[in-house]
């Protein structure tokens, strides 16, 4: 691995002590405005906020008996608590529990995640710039196409993220709400008031109109937005892994001291990072796709969802969360050859100024469709001869009608293709 992956909150988050610290979070803000209400003695709700504790092992016993995880947890939270347990849960159904703790759960893994992007971000700017006068080539369908600089596809990258930033932030609002509406939503045994003191208490929004669940359109967002993110990162790597092409050789990813790239060739340096993030991402979609599939549920309320989600959800973010870690890690230490990228942008003798003559020659008076013949036909004969194509227009007659020899060499000047670079650079990141 390129830099050992050491963060720890994400992988915390979703272990079944933090569930359980979440779910008694939820029960005890909903006990504390029923006290507020009268419903609950103050020195009972004394009792239970010193007392609620629970033990996973315990839960854990008692739920291979009763099959039904939050009957196991609340068992273990009045075995602490005592004869004062019986004002727990009052008026809820689990999913009131499950659903708003949920909230509370994602709403904490999009801010991990919203922090992985901007440190990205800051690395993608710094590189940007880094490069910003980094002449290479640009290529279409992998093929030679005009010259730009290495910096902008960081630019690049970081303009995406910056979108991506923006959909973490829409999706972490639409994922922070929560429901205490009971068993279908009409708050039969509960007070809508009451919900609303506890999801203000909690920082949530309540689901203005629930079933016994969240709606999962809220989770599906959440979901095809990591998704979104997933594929933003393969796109950096596939780049890194086509760049790492022995062929093309214009920059790599770091090699450490004592790192080994095959059993077999001792010479190998392989893109294994920019290869993993790849395979990552597909993953990460594929739970994307699982996601939606649970936004169609039975009525008012099956559980299809709930086997689905105990697996993708922890499984997306820590993915997410790692593969933002590690690319920024691949990205700050990329190794960059800028001779090697002047070494390739020569290798089509020219023909990259293929454009600026076809439009020269229009506007001195010869038919788009007559200078397009005449150019291309130039280029496939430098291409096939491996001849210089500015050396080949010179001798054509055609060109030499509409351009002069002088007006030609100012065609081919390279600072001309990178004029505008400082324009984009504004629009990206502003004044500097």
Not at 51 to 80: C, G, N
Not at 176 to 201: C, D, N, Q, R, W
Not at 372 to 393: H, R, T
Request: hydrophobic letters at 45%; one cysteine or more.
């Amino acid at each position: 691995m390129i830099e050992r992956y050491t963060k720890k909150e994400m992988g915390r988050l979703w272990t079944l002590e933090a569930k359980y610290k979440k779910w008694l979070e939820v029960e005890l803000a909903v006990c504390e405005a029923w006290a507020q209400r009268g419903e609950i003695p103050a020195e009972s709700l004394k009792v239970i906020k010193e007392r609620a504790d629970f033990d996973v092992s315990r839960i854990d016993e008692i739920e291979a008996e009763v099959k039904h995880d939050v009957i196991a947890f609340l068992t273990s939270v009045s075995e602490h608590v005592g004869p004062e347990s019986r004002y727990i849960h009052k008026g809820l159904t689990s999913s009131d529990i499950l659903d708003t703790a949920n909230a509370l759960l994602l709403r904490d893994a999009a801010d991990i995640i919203i922090g992985d992007i901007k440190a990205l971000m800051e690395v993608l700017k710094t590189q940007a710039y880094e490069y910003k006068n980094t002449r290479c080539i640009g290529r279409s369908h992998g093929i030679h196409a005009e010259p730009m600089v290495f910096g902008l596809k960081f630019a690049l990258w970081y303009e995406e993220m910056q979108r991506n930033l923006g959909r973490m932030d829409s999706a972490r609002k639409t994922i922070s709400a929560g429901k205490l509406s009971g068993a279908v939503g009409t708050f039969s045994s509960i007070e809508p008031e009451l919900e609303t003191i506890v999801l203000e208490k909690l920082g949530l929004v309540p689901e203005p109109v629930a079933t016994q669940i969240v709606q999962r359109d809220r989770y599906a967002e959440f979901m095809t937005t990591l998704a979104i993110v997933a594929a933003t990162v393969e796109k950096i790597a596939v780049e890194i892994r086509h760049l790492q092409r022995t062929e093309v050789r214009e920059a790599e990813e770091p090699f450490t001291v004592g790192q080994k790239g095959s059993s077999a060739m001792p010479h190998k340096r392989n893109p294994i990072g920019s290869e993993n993030l790849t395979g990552l991402a597909r993953v990460v979609r594929s739970n994307a796709m699982a996601a939606l599939e649970n936004v169609a549920l039975w009525h008012e309320r099956d559980i299809s969802h709930s086997s689905v989600e105990r697996i993708i959800i922890p499984d997306s973010t820590i993915l997410v969360d790692y593969m933002l870690v590690r690319l920024r890690g691949i990205l700050s230490k990329l190794v960059v050859y800028p001779q090697v990228m002047l070494k390739n942008l020569n290798l089509s003798h020219g023909l990259y100024n293929s454009q600026k003559v076809l439009l020269a020659l229009a506007e001195a008076g010869m038919t788009r469709e007559d200078a397009y013949a005449e150019v291309q036909q130039k280029a496939m004969e430098s291409w096939a001869a491996g001849l210089d194509f500015k050396e080949l227009l010179q001798t054509a007659e055609a060109v030499k009608t509409y351009i002069a020899d002088g007006a030609l060499d100012k065609l081919f000047a390279l600072d001309d293709y990178l004029k505008h670079v400082d324009f984009i650079y504004n629009r990206v990141f502003g004044e500097k």
